[in-house]
Each structure stands twice: as C-alpha cells, then as structure tokens.
C-alpha cells in the first residue's frame, strides 16, 4: 500500500471533513475573509486539540502523533477542499518541520523541546518567518541579522500566517531564532489569496532565541512537497463543483455538460486531475519515509517533491480557472466561492518554489543537463 | 489460493521443466496454471487473485515468455473476451495456443464506414443452416497476414437499431474467402492490412455469445484493448522519455534551452502519468478498479507523440534522416523501436488506434464524470434506414 490511502487515513480524513462540512462553509469562509480576523482561531482549536491535527508530525515523546507526512497530507487535502482558513500549513508542517530539522544534529535546547510539546497540544501556534515565495533551490535572502546587543533586526515580506502566529521561528543565517510574536511588528497586507493572507514581519532589536540549525533547502522542499496535497483537494473541490454546474445549466434547450466542446475539457482536467492525486500521494509517501540526506532514497524524494509541486501547482490553477470560464458570468462573482479557490491555487502555485524552479531542480535530480 | 502457493507452484514448475524448448516449455507453463493465475484451472489458470500474477512474473523472469508485438491482440483482447463470453469448448480450443504464440489472433473490427462510429459496421453474417456466411470488408487490421484466427463482429440483423444487431464471431483466417491486403502507413511499412471476406462460412460453433449480443462483447474487448495499450512503463524514466534521455545526456552538443524546457516538462508529465498508472495498478490489486484504467491511453498517446517530436527535433540533421521507407510486411507492432523519425510517425497512430482521443474523452465525460451524451439521432432507428 503506497500510493492509496490507508483504513487509518480515511478516519483521519472523514473526522476533519466532517468537522469542516459543519463549521467551514463556503459562505462563511468569505464572510471572514473580509473581517479583521481572517485566520479561523475557533475552527483551528477544534482542529489542533479535538482531532488533534497539530501534532501529527510531532513525535510521541513530546506529546505528538507521532504521524508522518501521509497522514498530514490527507489532512492538507480536506483542508484545500474547503480553503480552510486555518494555519495547519505554516504552524503544523513548515514551523513544526523546521523545529525539528533544528534538532536533528544537536539536539533542541530545552525551549525548543517546550515549543514542540506546545505546538503539539494545540496550545501554541508558530509561523516560519519566511517568504512564502522562497524556493527551496535558492539561498533565502538575508532579511534578519544579528545587531551588536545580540537581538534580531530585519523585515521579511510575504510571511503566510504570521498573524495567527504566537511564535515566529526566524532564520538567521543558517540558524533558527525563536521570537515571540509579541516582540515582532506584524502587518497583514491585502493578499492574493484571501484565505491565507501574508504578512510583513518587521524585527527591531527583536530579542531571541537560538534553537539550532536551519536547513532552508529541506524544510521549504518538505513544505513544498506537502503543499501539492493541498492544491490536490483545492483541484479536486473546482473539478467537482464545476462538474455540478454544468449538469444542472442549460443553455440551447440542453445542459452545457452535453457538448463535446465542454466534456472534453472536462475530460482533460479529470486526467490532470487523477494524474495530481498520485504525484501528491507519492510525494507524501516518500517524505514519510524520512531518508538520510545525501542517499539515493533522499535524492528520489527530492525529485518526487519537485516532480509533483510542479505538476499540482499548474493542475490546480488549470482546474480553477477552467471552473471560473465553465461557470461563465457566475464564476466572475464576488458572491460564488470559486474565486477562493483560484486566489488559493494562484498563490500556492508560487508558494515554495514556482513549477518552473521545481522543474528547473529536475535537471539535476533526474540527470538532464542544461546546455553548456 | 495465497501467494505462498502460488509461489511453491512456480518454483515447482521451473524445477521440472528446460527452458531450452520455447514451445514445449510455454505449453507445459499454461498446462502449470501458470500463464494467468487468474483463469480458471484447466485454461491456464489456477483460479487465484490476479494479483497473485506478479509473483509467478518474478519467479518466470529469464524464462522464455509470449511475444507482446505479435500476441498483443490474441494476449490483451481475444483472450479476455473468451474466458468472459466463450463456451468451455471455446475457451479449450483456443486459449492455450493463443497463450502460447503457436495461433496469432487478429481483430475483425474497423471498417471503411465504421470507425469511432463502430456500431454502425456493415459486415454482414447471414445464417445458413449450422453456418454463417459473411460478406464484407474490414480495415486497419494489424497482424492479419500472420494470424489464424480473427476476433469478428458483424451485422446478423439489419432491421434493428445498430447496437442491437451485431454477433460477435471468431473468424478462421484459412477460410475460402477471406482475402487479405497489406495497407502501407505512413511509416513506409504495412503493419496492417485490409480484409475482405467474400462468402466466407463459419460454422456457428464459432460464435462468441448470444445472436445479437455482439456489442456487449466488444466492448469487453475494446475496455481490455485500452487498458493494454495504456499499460504504460512501470520504471521510473523508461517508456519513450527515457529514450529521449538518453540521446540528451550522450549528445550535449544537440541541447538547446528551448528543448531543455520542454523536455524537463515532459519529464514531469511522463513520471506523473507512470505513478498514475501504478496507482491504478495498486487499486486493481487491491481490488478497487478505478476509472483511471480508460483514460490512461490518453495520456500514453499524447506523451508519445510529444516526446517521439521532441526527439526528432532534438537530433537535428539526424532527424532529418529515415532508417528505410521500404514497403514491407512487419513482425510485429513497436513503438519504441526503429529510428526517430519512425517513432515520429508511428506515434501518431497512438490517438487514434483503439479508440480514437476524441471517443476516449468521451468515454471518460460520460461514464466517469456522467456528463450527458450528445442527443443522438441514430439511437432507435433500425440500422437500414440510417443515411450512410
């Protein structure tokens, strides 16, 4: 059993969708897209300590499921399929990812051990104060530094869910600070995507806290690769709804569903489609598996990640944007949520390396040399 | 039956048997119930969960094996549609030399007027007494100067509508009668023929299902004839992709960025479209068919066809090269085979054999996403009296 779903991830599954079914409707998600809170602190709590979703990747020892990363993804596909507005990716994956690639060497000091029990409680909520544009195959710019009196100083744009945060995990140099969001400016900024809005994070004499190592290049891959999950169930949510749609409108005496013109589209975004949910699936797979950097199993991983962020990136904002012309005027309304999903998938196909940079890794990762 | 078994039954069968002698040792292997496990025992079969075939594939690997260019159409449709629609006469007939490459099949199907459009084929069969004598013509015929006997459908009642009057028939390709023609493609070879069957008489034992139920039987071969062309490769980087590779990576003096660009976004297309279909693979042995398995030659074709046009382009003067145009008969269908230029041309067969991309998209709007069809105007309207 690799690239299906386990009896155990289909619990997972149906326990979060459901959970969403009740309290992350369409309608109410737009209603808080244009409030001053778009973050969902309510729904969130119920999703971290109820079903537990913020400790999935957190060892048992510190309190944590001690899942991998297949069942976070289930968990980022039902999450994509409503556009939940809660911050599982940036708290539960990439912060929680980045503490523990922090103490993968040295071992966490006993602040970031804390951290992780909290985080996997649901008590706490971190953000990697990191572009949510940053690829994982570039060197992050350097934003923050150290000042003379040992405290942060910088601004880092883009940082997604920064406002929900209760913690800021900020790389400096190759190190992780921690940082209370109390000590940061935070300035939400007007955002593509209004589900997940970003943030302008601003350090003045910030004080902080080392936690170790921070390895940019696997804790934004890692990230990388469990965001295709998501852009999976945002896909899957345009093709369904779209398909709803045009079986039900009829336009020339008939549903529009009937014509060739729109079936075979149809047809086309369901085989893109299929093709997303075994990229993301065996994406997951692999980083579940947790290989030893610089094996032939981390270099598979790598490849997988960059093969499916670049494949689910493109899928998702192929399927949402066909959805918006099949639902014609309606798809160009304020009120209908399909613009939610395409603000999601537009955003997210930048989030963590473009499809080109992912595809543009595959040069070396599958042996295909640029020209001299 | 469990995999230990099947396991013990393959190793058993190696241990008793020399490869040496292909025929001997492939007839022994189907007589073993080792040929597909998941036949019924005395068929090849040893009635086991397909599945389970993987394990004798292992413990057979280096073992002489059935010939996939010229078995395809016996291997991947005949035998299918004969296990679900034979009589146990039929299915002890045929199966085992089918299965063992001493009889090559052939499918009866396409015609002049008929393509997409199959239902609506002319090929008459008309009973005489304990025979059928049937008239007409068909086409794009692949392997019909080698085989002995054709999978047929043909029109036994013209008065109903055209789904209705068809019988599906195995047709003897010694038979008085039947005339076969090579078509040469634009390839330069004849892969495939014309047949014309003039008077031809079959006896009515050599009738596949009920009088009339000829569609429901082709489709059972047309599901298996998908499937088996979008079987695809299981390897990471096999398939066509990675012969494109491996001309980029010996010839760094062909690579341009243009073509860089593109063929690392064929990479990523050919790798998602493998795990596709090992995910498919995974839900069949799981026992959960997905509907994945009709549109998997969708994604193969077009695959093709881009990477076999990259590759031309790619070898510059050598693209602009044939390895020989000369009208032949061949061996056997290869799409990886041959020079690029060959692999240009022959993958453009691939949208349009077995169920042309048109029909497949189709298929996968109407039975998997249950998208309306288009109305129709031949539905109920007996096969005569529609305008040809």
């Known amino acids: ?372 | 039956m469990d995999e230990e078994t099947v396991r013990e039954r393959a190793v058993a069968f190696l241990a008793g048997h020399r490869p040496e002698d292909r025929t001997g040792f492939l007839r022994a292997r189907f007589d073993a119930g080792l040929a597909w496990v998941h036949f019924p025992e005395g068929l090849g079969g040893l009635g086991a969960p397909r599945e389970l075939q993987n394990v004798v594939e292992r413990e057979l690997a280096g073992t002489p094996q059935p010939d996939p260019g010229t078995q395809a159409i016996g291997l991947g449709m005949a035998a299918p549609t004969i296990l679900a629609f034979g009589t146990r006469e039929q299915q002890e007939r045929f199966l085992r030399p089918l299965w063992t490459g001493e009889e090559i099949w052939c499918q009866l199907f396409s015609e002049p007027g008929a393509g997409s459009d199959l239902a609506t084929l002319a090929t008459r069969a008309v009973r005489d007494g304990d025979e059928w004598v049937v008239d007409g013509q068909k086409v794009w015929t692949s392997g019909a100067h080698h085989a002995r006997w054709a999978i047929l459908v043909a029109r036994t009642d013209p008065g109903v509508p055209k789904h209705r009057g068809l019988t599906y028939f195995v047709c003897d390709m010694r038979a008085p009668g039947v005339g076969v023609r090579p078509l040469r493609q634009i390839t330069g070879e004849a892969e495939f023929n014309e047949v014309f069957l003039t008077g031809v008489r079959l006896p009515d034992s050599l009738r596949l299902g009920a009088v009339g139920d000829g569609w429901r039987v082709a489709t059972t071969t047309l599901m298996n004839e998908r499937v088996a062309i979008g079987g695809g490769p299981v390897r990471r980087g096999g398939g066509m992709i990675g012969l494109v590779a491996d001309t980029w990576r010996s010839r760094p003096e062909l690579r341009t960025h243009d073509l860089h660009r593109r063929l690392l976004a064929l990479w990523v297309e050919s790798e998602v479209t493998r795990l596709a279909g090992a995910r498919l693979r995974e839900q069949l042995a799981a026992g959960q068919p997905g509907p994945e398995g009709s549109a998997m030659k969708l994604s193969f074709a077009s695959l093709n066809q881009a990477l076999s046009a990259l590759d031309v382009e790619l070898r510059g003067e050598e693209g602009l090269e044939y390895d020989d145009w000369t009208f032949r008969r061949s061996e056997s269908v290869d799409f990886f085979g041959r020079g690029p230029g060959y692999r240009y041309l022959r993958a453009k067969g691939n949208s349009i054999e077995g169920g042309t991309s048109e029909i497949l998209r189709n298929i996968v709007a109407e039975r998997v996403l249950g998208l309306p069809s288009e109305p129709r105007v031949d539905k109920d309207v007996p096969w005569k009296d529609l305008p040809r």
Request: glycine fraction near 8%.
């Open chain 1, 1 to 372: 059993m690799t690239l299906l779903y386990t009896e155990v991830e289909e619990e997972l599954r149906a326990s979060v969708h459901d959970l969403l079914a009740d309290r992350c409707r369409p309608d109410a998600v737009l209603r808080r897209a244009e409030s001053a809170s778009p973050y969902d602190a309510d729904l969130w709590k119920t999703l971290s300590r109820e079903i537990g979703v913020a400790g999935l990747l957190v060892p048992e020892e510190y309190g944590g499921a001690g899942a991998s990363a297949r069942e976070a993804a289930v968990v980022l596909e039902e999450l994509g399929r409503a556009v939940a507005p809660v911050p599982f990716l940036t708290s539960a994956v990439l912060a929680t990812e980045a503490l523990l690639q922090a103490g993968v060497h040295e071992g966490l000091p006993a602040g970031g051990r804390d951290l992780l029990a909290e985080l996997a409680a649901g008590e706490t909520t971190a953000a990697l104060a990191v572009s949510l544009a940053a690829s994982p195959y570039r060197p992050l710019p350097p934003p923050v530094a150290l000042n003379d009196h040992g405290a942060l100083d910088g601004e880092i744009r883009a940082v997604a869910g920064a406002d929900a945060a209760d913690v800021l995990l900020v790389p400096v140099g190759t190190a992780l600070y921690r940082v209370r969001a109390g000590d940061a400016r935070i300035d939400v900024v007007p955002s593509l995507d209004l589900t997940r809005p970003i943030a302008v994070v601003t350090l003045s004499g910030a004080p902080g806290e080392r936690l170790g190592a921070f390895d940019a290049r696997r804790v934004l891959a890692f990230g990388a690769g469990l965001l295709t999950s998501e852009q999976l169930g945002v896909a899957e949510w345009c093709l369904a709804t779209t398909l709803a749609h045009i079986r039900e409108r009829h336009q020339f005496a008939r549903p529009i569903g009937s014509f060739q013109a729109i079936k075979h589209r149809m047809a086309d975004l369901w085989l893109d489609v299929a093709r997303a949910r075994a990229a993301a699936r065996n994406a997951a797979n692999l980083l579940a598996a947790r290989p030893e950097p610089g094996t032939e199993a981390a270099l598979e991983t790598e490849a997988a990640t960059a093969v499916a962020k670049s494949w689910c990136s493109e899928v998702a904002v192929r399927v949402a944007e066909e959805g918006v012309q099949l639902h014609g005027g309606t798809g160009m309304t304020w009120e209908h949520p399909l613009h939610l999903y395409l603000k999601r998938a537009k955003a997210s196909e930048t989030a963590l390396g473009t499809p080109g940079a992912h595809r543009d890794a595959l040069s070396a990762l599958a042996d295909l040399p640029a020209p001299i």
